[in-house]
């Protein structure tokens, strides 16, 4: 797969792309800059007091930006993958609210080969705007603007199937969304290492 500079680029000067995850196509920005970050908010006409995910490399970014103590058994168990952690923030990122942060870490070869030259975390939102279905292909990205660098990426749809949202406390799970994985499959998973799900 070839490697896509223009994305990376965009992300590093603050500019805002359209990428494909494992789950949904993504708006993407640099979660350091409050101008990519408003940008995203801009064009999913979104209130500025409703949170948006980050993607992070790996654990280790994760534990830069929040505080992964009582995630970290699960955190190892389900990522990389389509589960995103509710984790208190270390109030480093331009993202509200800033009490806590949804972190994930994709396992889509494009995510991947972007980390391999970026090291901030990137916003990972659904393409849509708010209230609105999700982009899932190509077509749904056609009403974004020019300024938005879409991925140079031809290896096929993505799943369709948003992120699972989980926050663990002490030995207890809140599943928030239910999506990818499932509350079932969350359970059989967590339940024998001693958690309650909620």
């Known amino acids: 797969m070839i490697e896509d500079f223009q994305c990376i680029k965009a992300i590093k000067t603050n500019g805002v792309i359209a990428y494909p995850t494992d789950t949904l196509w993504g708006l993407g920005a640099s979660a350091m800059s409050s101008d990519a970050v408003n940008r995203i908010y801009e064009l999913k006409e979104r209130q500025h007091t409703l949170p948006v995910s980050i993607l992070v490399s790996d654990i280790a970014m994760a534990s830069d930006y929040a505080v ?3 995630s970290l058994e699960l955190m190892k168990l389900f990522l ?3 589960v995103t952690f509710i984790l ?4 480093k990122l331009k993202t509200p609210p800033k009490e806590t942060v949804g972190i994930r870490i994709s396992t889509h070869p ?4 972007m980390f391999k030259h970026l090291d901030i ?3 990972t939102t659904s393409i849509n705007k708010t209230g609105s279905s999700p982009a899932v292909s190509r077509e749904d990205l056609e009403w974004l603007p020019s300024d938005v660098v879409i991925a140079d990426w031809q290896g096929g749809e993505v799943v369709g199937i948003p992120s699972t949202v989980i926050e ?10 239910e999506g990818y994985m499932s509350h079932k499959a969350v359970e059989s998973i967590a339940k024998p290492l001693g958690y309650k799900i909620f």
């Open 121 to 123: 975390p990137i916003i």
């Open 110 to 113: 494009f995510v991947e080969i």
């Open 68 to 70: 992964v103590d009582d």
């Open 88 to 91: 208190p923030s270390k109030h």
């Open 168 to 177: 663990v406390k002490d030995k207890n799970i809140k599943i928030y969304r």
């Open 80 to 82: 990389p993958g389509p």
